[in-house]
């Protein structure tokens, strides 16, 4: 059975970091891209940062570039969103992605809120 599984929101300052995690199973995780997207409250998704399964490159939207660093474990099956110097339009429910072609496997997401 195939699951992602986040972890890691919760509530944080502006200016402030949080470590998003998704733990995978059920799927030979080394062989898929992971991304990570957002959706906020009213908003379409968004993609937020991928890495690509062979050779760890990584792609990041433009808002979050130089603040976001996707990164992977393939030995855990777990792939990381480190998010520093938050802001308040951070806020909004992440979701973890496996794609592989036209295979494509969803977690249920954590909720970020950004708030003083």
């Known amino acids: 059975q195939v699951q992602l599984v986040e972890s890691g929101g919760g509530l944080v300052h502006p200016g402030g970091s949080l470590r998003l995690s998704c733990a995978a199973s059920?799927?030979?995780?080394?062989?898929?891209?992971m991304t990570w997207f957002r959706q906020a409250l009213g908003k379409e998704r968004e993609l937020v940062a991928t890495i690509i399964w062979a050779g760890g490159r990584t792609n990041y939207a433009d808002s979050v570039k130089g603040r976001f660093t996707i990164s992977r474990d393939n030995a855990k099956s777990t792939v990381y969103l480190q998010m520093n110097s938050l802001k308040p339009e951070d806020s909004a429910v992440y979701y973890c992605?496996?794609?592989?072609?036209?295979?494509?496997?969803w977690g249920r997401g954590t909720q970020v809120t950004v708030s003083s």
């Open positions: 992605n496996a794609n592989r072609g036209l295979v494509s496997y």
């Open positions: 059920g799927f030979t995780f080394s062989s898929y891209s």
